[in-house]
């Protein structure tokens, strides 16, 4: 079951996440939020730091530096001369 927890829209439309709402999504300072909004009903989701997420998600692939080596060459190899 959800947490379901009353409040106010403030002055300037501002809207203060109740205590026990932050702590339920890990929500803090700063983060980024997605609004959206369907008929009447406002849902607000966390959005990750793109980086956040690739460095706390499940890794599906394998790589070496070795490989990430021979990759690079074999790109370099395809620009034209003096291409930056």
């Given at each position: 079951m959800g947490l379901s927890v ?79």
């Open positions: 009353e409040s106010r829209v403030g002055k300037k439309n501002a809207i203060y996440l109740p205590k026990a709402v932050v702590e339920a999504t890990g929500l803090k300072e700063g983060d980024k939020i997605m609004l959206r909004v369907t008929d009447k009903t406002v849902v607000v989701e966390p959005l990750m730091d793109p980086l956040e997420l690739a460095l706390s998600s499940n890794k599906y692939a394998v790589i070496d530096p070795e490989q990430i080596e021979a990759i690079s060459v074999e790109e370099q190899g395809t620009q034209p001369k003096g291409a930056a």
